[in-house]
Each structure stands twice: as C-alpha cells, then as structure tokens.
C-alpha cells in the first residue's frame, strides 16, 4: 500500500482559492497507516465533518477519501479569524493486489475516520502440509553419509 501525498495541480489549485476567496482551505488530511495482523489500518483526522459528508470510492487498485467541511459562518457574517480549515479534504491511497478491496471498513468517531483494509485470503501464510510417499515395491531406499560432513543424510533414489 503506498500513499499518494504532493499533488503539483491539486496543491496549485489549492494555493489559487486561498487567495481568491480569502479563506483557508485544507492542503490534506493527517493520517496514520499501519499492518495489525491479516488487516491494514488507516486513521485520518477529520474533526468537525459530518458523517454524511465523508466518502470513500474504490476503483481497481486505488481508494480515494473525501471529506467536506463547511464553515460555522455565513456569506454575509464578517470574519475575522478563519484559523480552521474548511472546503473539501482528500488522500488517495494506492492499494496492493494482496489486499481485499471488497471487505474494506470504514468508522468515523470522535472526528477520526478508521479505516480497516483486510489482506486477501490468498496472500495470507499458510502452512503446508507435508506428505509422505510409500517407495516403489522393491526399490531399497538408500541414503548416501559423508562422515566429514555434519549435515544430515540426505535421501537420494537410485544412490548406492
């Protein structure tokens, strides 16, 4: 999983609302990613956003999260200090092939959006199990020793 963080175009036109509209407008979210077990967990900062107003969109290998805030004031109220960051907060995160893109979680409390990204069943460790065969009727099984060498023997068909 990697994280997409300076984007040229978004940035300038970030930097371009700043000062056409004389607010503050976010330059991205705050998050934290990291591997619990068999799942990725990924926890942004979103204080003040509504739920409703949170959105995360899959597609192929890419999850993209948006988030919008909006001002406690009005057009027409005189600001005098706007210090918190409103207008829409986004990351993209680029997403492994390992990972299960379908069981992705998502659980927004206390202003942190928690997002859980489970590793696919096929990637996964397992074991393996180890089986033995039955040799062939009437071939003795041989096994060749090298007293110099320290090493187990080492089974070989047909050695002497």
Not at 30 to 53: C, F, I, N, T
Not at 55 to 72: K, V, Y
């Amino acid at each position: 999983m990697s994280i997409m963080g300076f984007e040229p175009f978004r940035d300038f036109d970030r930097l371009t609302s700043q000062l056409v509209s004389g607010r503050r407008v976010p330059h991205g979210v705050a998050l934290d990613a990291w591997r619990s077990g068999d799942a990725y967990q990924v926890a942004l900062d979103l204080p003040g956003v509504d739920p409703e107003r949170i959105e995360l969109i899959c597609e192929r290998n890419g999850l993209t999260i948006r988030a919008e805030r909006a001002a406690d004031y009005g057009e027409q109220d005189e600001v005098l200090i706007a210090g918190r960051p409103v207008g829409t907060f986004s990351r993209q995160l680029i997403l492994g092939d390992e990972l299960d893109t379908q069981a992705i979680r998502a659980d927004y409390r206390n202003g942190v959006l928690h997002v859980t990204i489970p590793v696919a069943a096929t990637a996964q460790p397992r074991r393996i199990q180890v089986t033995q065969t039955a040799e062939p009727a009437g071939q003795p099984k041989t096994v060749d020793v090298d007293v110099d060498d320290p090493a187990p023997a080492v089974a070989r068909p047909g050695a002497k």
